[in-house]
C-alpha cells in the first residue's frame, strides 16, 4: 500500500525539475480573540514525500487540516541563486495558484557573526510569524525555545551559522 494512502486530509503532487526543489508552507491567520498575544498570521511546512523519476523529483504534500473554504499556501521554489514564490489556494481536491499578489515580506538574512540569533514569539503550536529557510538544502533553521525574564514570555530563537546566507519570509496585510 502506498505511504500517501494511510494519511488523512488531502495530498497533492509537484513535480520539480533538476536543480529546484519546491518547499510549501500552509499560512494560518489568528482568530480574533486571541489577536492581542499571538501573530496576525503564522506558517507551517506541509510534510512531504518524494519520488524520483528521471531528471524529475514528483513531491506529494499533505495538508493535515482542511478547510472547506480553503487553505492558503505559499509555495516557494529554491533554483540556482533564485527563489521563485508563488501563492495558492487548496481548495477540495485542486489547488489553485493565485493571480493577486500575496503581500509578502522576505529578506536575506546574513551574519559575519560566530554566533547570532533571530529571534520571534513563540506559539505553543510551533506555528510562527517568519520562516528561515537554508536556501541550500531548503531546510528549515529550527528554533530552540528560551523564557525571556525581561518580557516574562517564551520566546524561540534561530541560530544562524557565519557568512552564511539565509531566506527569510513572512506573511503580512497588505495594508
Excluded at 488523512?8 to 503532487?13: I, L, N, Y
Aim: proline share 6%; hydrophobic share 30%; charged share 35%.
Amino acid at each position: 500500500m502506498d505511504k500517501v494512502d494511510n494519511i488523512q486530509g488531502k495530498h497533492f503532487s509537484i513535480t520539480d525539475p533538476k536543480g529546484v526543489n519546491t518547499v510549501i508552507y500552509q499560512v494560518y491567520k489568528t482568530e480574533k480573540e486571541f489577536l492581542k498575544d499571538y501573530p496576525k498570521y503564522t506558517v507551517e511546512r506541509l510534510e512531504h514525500i518524494e519520488e524520483i523519476r528521471g531528471d524529475f523529483n514528483k513531491k506529494t504534500f499533505y495538508v493535515e487540516d482542511p478547510s472547506k473554504d480553503g487553505n492558503m499556501l505559499v509555495i516557494l521554489s529554491f533554483g540556482q541563486d533564485k527563489v521563485v514564490i508563488n501563492t495558492g489556494m487548496l481548495l477540495n481536491d485542486e489547488v489553485k495558484i493565485t493571480k493577486k499578489p500575496t503581500p509578502f515580506k522576505f529578506t536575506t538574512l546574513y551574519s559575519e557573526k560566530d554566533e547570532d540569533y533571530k529571534e520571534f514569539m513563540y506559539t505553543p503550536n510551533f506555528k510562527r510569524p517568519i520562516s528561515i529557510i537554508d536556501p541550500e538544502t531548503t531546510e528549515e533553521i529550527k528554533p530552540t525555545l528560551y523564557f525571556d525574564e525581561k518580557t516574562e514570555e517564551i520566546k524561540g530563537k534561530c541560530k544562524i551559522k557565519p557568512y552564511k546566507s539565509y531566506f527569510v519570509f513572512e506573511i503580512r496585510d497588505g495594508e
